[in-house]
């Protein structure tokens, strides 16, 4: 193993306090430059997708990420220029998001599951002008038809193909330093998508404030974190708010390096290989992961070195909650947000702030109320909708193009979740469930539309919907009711062929993974299909 952890005696440079969020902040200099400059040696992030695990230090990705916000300055990106960062875990996605925000562009994270048709939506309603990638990103991206119109470049790490432009070759013409923009904390950095139920996803606007808003949040889930020896690790998708926000950039801001670890899929048996040979000690696993990790290895395979780990974006239930105490040797703190409005419930055991059956109460630099539709707040242990009271730290600044949604993601000062829950005296939450279509699966949040658009272009489809169906490994699963063309039988080699046609069009944690074959949707009197009526067919 290449990488040592710290000593004990080693002691760590204090960081700036984030109780308030400064006026001038920039997510790069705050999570890479700044260590750099005192401790440019310091291990950053430890990637084991090769044969043998290598290391980045800070000095290394401020020197890269410099390299690269020359070279991408001189390939014509700007201040407010959307790029895409299509990369799997590794030093590389890094370097590359820190050179955006250096540079004062907007970093768009997109998941390595996403196919052509997925990307297509995100770079047309972006308006992506360069893609930083990979060699399979690039030929996904060269796979969009037509081409996106506002792609001028697309720069693959693996190297020049074509017109696809070599990360290298632009590094070797540069050698830095750059300067930074000098970035209000306000000013636009980070665009990720979320799934809606009326339209296609939209693009969550967030500041650099971002990360300043979800240190304190993270330091009241993980109990003493950061410790010398700390070193942070998730399975979760650096693209995803979870893996991004929950773990990756809060753990660099506080000098704790990151694990990189990549595969196909979720594999138990290698997590668990993961966290006995490497000093893993704080992690963000969301629950369907925790559950299948329960499957593989009912009994744990410690002794751990795992000091706290947190889950988000599903619920965790009792039984794996007390399960990975004791199979894992620490106890997991839920966490919950959105991508609009991230980190701002939370449990933290180690400060005594666990209620058994709720998810938890507000962290730290948060308001957050159960309203009733009128805006009034509930009473204790009435059902109401969740919901953050601005200004908030982790608050997007809207939805990109559109206004109309934003505002109505709005009552008053209370940005609402479409959650329902109820809230105790003490300012506990339980959750109740969605008040609208969206389908929670495997910790991601996904919406009917894109996949139900996706469906009507297999040949032959005529209609489609789909809904989420209870699972017990993924709390729910993309279910699809389709209604096939005439001359068309329904089979199991049909349904198969649509499964894949979504898989490979759109995305594999968005593909129909049981499908109904029906003679007809159920419909409104205006023609809108009625999803709940699907639901209830089971």
Request: hydrophobic fraction near 45%; charged fraction near 20%; glycine fraction near 10%.
């Amino acid at each position: 193993m290449l990488y040592q952890p710290p000593r004990q005696r080693d002691r760590l440079p204090a960081p700036p306090a984030a109780v308030g969020v400064p006026v001038r902040f920039n997510i790069g200099t705050a999570a890479v430059d700044r260590w750099a400059a005192v401790e440019p040696g310091r291990v950053a992030v430890l990637d084991l997708h090769g044969a043998r695990p290598a290391t980045a230090t800070y000095g290394e990705l401020r020197d890269r990420s410099d390299r690269l916000a020359l070279a991408l300055r001189r390939l014509g990106v700007a201040a407010g220029d959307r790029v895409a960062v299509f990369l799997p875990q590794g030093a590389a996605a890094i370097v590359a998001q820190v050179a955006l925000y250096k540079l004062g562009a907007i970093v768009l994270p997109l998941a390595a599951v996403f196919g052509p048709e997925a990307l297509a939506y995100r770079f047309a309603d972006a308006g992506v002008s360069l893609a930083v990638t990979d060699a399979r990103g690039a030929a996904r991206i060269a796979a969009i038809a037509p081409a996106p119109t506002t792609l001028r470049d697309v720069v693959s790490v693996d190297g020049r193909d074509g017109a696809v432009l070599g990360l290298d070759d632009l590094l070797d013409r540069e050698t830095g330093p750059f300067v930074p923009v000098d970035s209000a904390s306000a000013d636009p950095a980070l665009m990720i998508y979320t799934s809606g139920t009326t339209g296609q996803p939209k693009g969550a606007l967030h500041g650099h404030r971002v990360l300043a808003g979800h240190l304190p949040g993270l330091r009241f889930s993980h109990g003493g974190f950061p410790q010398p020896d700390d070193l942070m690790w998730t399975p979760a998708d650096w693209a995803w708010a979870g893996g991004l926000l929950n773990a990756v950039l809060p753990a660099l801001y506080h000098g704790v390096p990151v694990v990189a670890r990549r595969g196909e899929g979720f594999d138990a048996d290698g997590v668990f290989r993961l966290l006995r040979h490497h000093p893993v000690t704080r992690a963000f696993i969301p629950p369907t992961a925790l559950r299948m990790l329960r499957a593989a290895a009912p009994e744990g395979c410690g002794p751990l070195r795992l000091r706290s780990v947190t889950a988000a974006g599903e619920a965790l239930g009792a039984e794996t909650r007390d399960w990975a105490r004791g199979a894992l040797g620490c106890a997991v703190e839920d966490v919950y947000g959105q991508t609009e409005c991230n980190y701002v419930l939370g449990s933290a055991s180690a400060r005594g702030a666990v209620r058994r059956g709720a998810i938890g109460r507000a962290t730290p630099g948060h308001t957050v109320a159960v309203l009733r539709p009128d805006g009034t707040r509930c009473e204790p242990g009435e059902p109401g909708g969740i919901a953050v009271r601005r200004p908030d730290p982790t608050l997007f600044l809207g939805y990109w193009n559109r206004p109309e949604a934003t505002a109505a993601k709005f009552i008053g000062d209370w940005m609402t979740t479409g959650d329902q829950a109820t809230m105790d005296r003490d300012g506990y939450v339980s959750f109740l469930g969605r008040d609208d279509d969206i389908i929670t699966s495997s910790g991601f949040r996904i919406g009917p539309v894109e996949i139900e658009e996706c469906l009507l272009r297999h040949p032959a489809v005529a209609a489609a919907a789909v809904v989420g169906q209870p699972d017990a490994l993924r709390t729910e699963i993309v279910k699809a009711f389709v209604v096939l063309r005439d001359g068309v039988a329904p089979s199991a080699d049909m349904a198969e062929a649509i499964q894949r046609f979504v898989r490979q069009h759109l995305s594999a944690h968005e593909y129909p993974r049981a499908v109904d074959f029906v003679a007809a949707l159920p419909m409104t009197t205006t023609g809108k299909v009625m999803r709940g009526v699907l639901r209830g067919r089971g």
